[in-house]
């Protein structure tokens, strides 16, 4: 759930630099500095590792924004985690791990050196969003999506350079190959490897844990990336089909039952509001059919209006209603009572619901305001 609200008809170069932050910025122009020097010395010949590169990218950075589409983040987060991957992260460990490797050798560096190094840089991005921006970390699923982006960004840069590698060692023929293992058969490998951490992440910011657990959690979760990622390293496309591969398949699970059940929370929690007359029919359909996917965040990201519930705005504000509403739910079934500010949490939510709902043209005019957005005072309603 998005903490704010995303910023609208702003400048690109404005939003980059205050949402997504003037250090990521400065990184990732430093990275495509580095690739693009090699990209030159390669002539035209260089242009094919970005066309590999980037082939795949809109698809896997739609699929996460899909798997998002009940709970949105802002897409300005999710960009910065996706330029901390293939920026900050990716110029910390060139700038590392050849001094592992001048100590050590390459083999060692890269089984014990480069993923303690990777995963550490990536979770710094995880820490940094709980430690500012922790609103929008509600769930496991949360911390998923968020160290997938760093994960692809992190992947997007890596594979531009062994695209270049291999094009300069063995020829186009090997690139393709390359292309096909990295990119279409583990395309989704660098997130896979710092999804222990996200999801610790995300249970410390969903749950109410103390300082030390809290740190023994995220450690865990983050040794696990580092286990697995120096496994993929050491063993690589031999242990694919009885490790990974079945891995893979086990958090596809895991990620479709936590999407499935956040469209069980929106209908459950949801449903009484269209008797109660908060909303239509047509608008809790359109909330638990949104499409998500790359179109709408980049929509959003330009400030478009965008009308109909399903904008990223509206359905933010919409599960975080729902969400709200399972936690106390979960309250009174342990016999808890519930406190009156999360009374008032909800009734301030409902009516922001209300009041932000968009103009639907051509559709029947919304129904009279319920008695409480109409009781309720002008505080509880500003946005």
């Given at each position: 759930?998005?903490?704010a609200?995303?910023?609208?008809?702003r400048?690109?170069?404005?939003?980059?630099?205050?949402?997504?932050?003037?250090?990521v910025?400065?990184?990732?122009?430093f990275?495509?500095?580095?690739?693009?020097s090699?990209?030159?010395?390669?002539?035209l010949?260089?242009?094919?590792?970005?066309?590999?590169?980037?082939?795949?990218?809109p698809?896997?950075?739609?699929?996460a924004?899909?798997?998002?589409?009940?709970?949105?983040?802002?897409?300005?987060?999710?960009?910065?985690?996706?330029?901390?991957?293939?920026?900050?992260a990716y110029?910390?460990?060139?700038?590392i791990?050849?001094?592992?490797?001048a100590?050590?050798s390459?083999?060692?560096?890269?089984?014990y050196?480069?993923p303690?190094?990777?995963?550490?840089i990536?979770?710094?991005?995880?820490?940094w969003?709980?430690?500012?921006r922790?609103?929008t970390?509600t769930?496991?699923l949360?911390?998923v999506?968020?160290?997938?982006?760093?994960?692809?960004?992190?992947a997007?840069?890596?594979?531009?350079?062994?695209y270049?590698?291999s094009?300069?060692?063995?020829?186009?023929?090997?690139?393709?190959e390359?292309?096909v293992?990295?990119?279409l058969?583990?395309?989704?490998?660098?997130?896979?490897?710092?999804?222990a951490?996200?999801v610790?992440?995300?249970m410390?910011?969903?749950?109410?844990f103390?300082?030390?657990?809290?740190?023994?959690i995220v450690?865990?979760?983050?040794?696990?990336?580092m286990?697995i990622?120096?496994?993929?390293?050491?063993?690589?496309?031999?242990?694919?089909?009885?490790?990974?591969?079945?891995?893979f398949a086990?958090t596809?699970?895991f990620?479709?039952g936590a999407?499935?059940?956040?469209?069980?929370?929106?209908?459950?929690?949801?449903s009484p509001?269209?008797?109660?007359?908060l909303?239509?029919?047509q608008?809790?359909?359109?909330?638990?059919?949104a499409?998500?996917?790359?179109?709408?965040?980049?929509?959003?990201?330009?400030?478009d209006?965008?009308?109909?519930?399903?904008?990223?705005?509206y359905?933010s504000?919409?599960?975080?209603?729902?969400?709200?509403?399972?936690?106390?739910?979960?309250?009174?079934?342990a016999?808890?009572?519930?406190?009156?500010?999360?009374?008032?949490?909800?009734?301030?939510l409902?009516?922001?619901?209300?009041?932000?709902?968009?103009?639907h043209?051509?559709?029947?005019?919304?129904?009279?305001?319920?008695?409480f957005?109409?009781?309720a005072?002008?505080?509880?309603?500003a946005?």
């Open positions: 759930m998005r903490s609200a995303t910023p609208h008809r400048s690109i170069v404005r939003s980059l630099l205050t949402e997504v932050g003037v250090l910025v400065v990184a990732v122009a990275a495509v500095a580095m690739t693009g090699r990209l030159v010395d390669d002539g010949g260089g242009v094919l590792p970005v066309l590999l590169a980037c082939a795949t990218v698809t896997l950075v739609s699929i924004l899909w798997l998002d589409r009940f709970e949105p983040d802002s897409p300005w987060l999710l960009l910065r985690c996706f330029l901390w991957g293939s920026g900050v110029l910390v460990a060139a700038w791990n050849p001094m592992l490797a100590r050590t390459w083999d060692a560096t890269a089984v050196g480069a303690v190094v990777e995963e550490i990536k979770a710094a991005c995880l820490l969003i709980l430690r500012f922790r609103g970390i769930s496991k949360d911390g999506i968020f160290a997938t982006m760093i994960g692809l960004g992190f997007f840069i890596e594979n531009v350079n062994y270049i590698n094009l300069e060692q063995y020829g186009i023929a090997r690139v393709f390359l292309w293992i990295r990119g058969t583990t395309p989704f490998l660098h997130p896979f490897f710092t999804l951490t996200g610790a992440i995300g410390v910011a969903a749950g109410s103390g300082r030390v657990r809290s740190a023994l450690l865990t979760g983050l040794a696990i990336s286990v990622h120096g496994t993929w390293n050491r063993y690589g496309l031999t242990v694919y089909p009885f490790v990974f591969a079945p891995a086990a596809a699970w990620v479709w999407v499935k059940e956040q469209a069980r929370t929106l209908w459950h929690h949801l509001e269209v008797e109660a007359g909303l239509r029919r608008d809790l359909d359109a909330l638990l059919l499409r998500g996917g790359l179109r709408d965040a980049v929509d959003e990201m330009q400030g209006d965008i009308p109909t519930v399903a904008s990223i705005e359905r504000l919409a599960f975080a209603l729902a969400s709200h509403r399972e936690s106390t739910a979960r309250l009174r079934a016999g808890a009572p519930v406190p009156a500010a999360d009374l008032l949490r909800d009734d301030h409902r009516c922001e619901l209300w009041t932000r709902h968009p103009e043209g051509g559709a029947r005019p919304l129904p009279a305001p319920p008695e957005v109409r009781a005072p002008s505080s509880a309603v946005a």
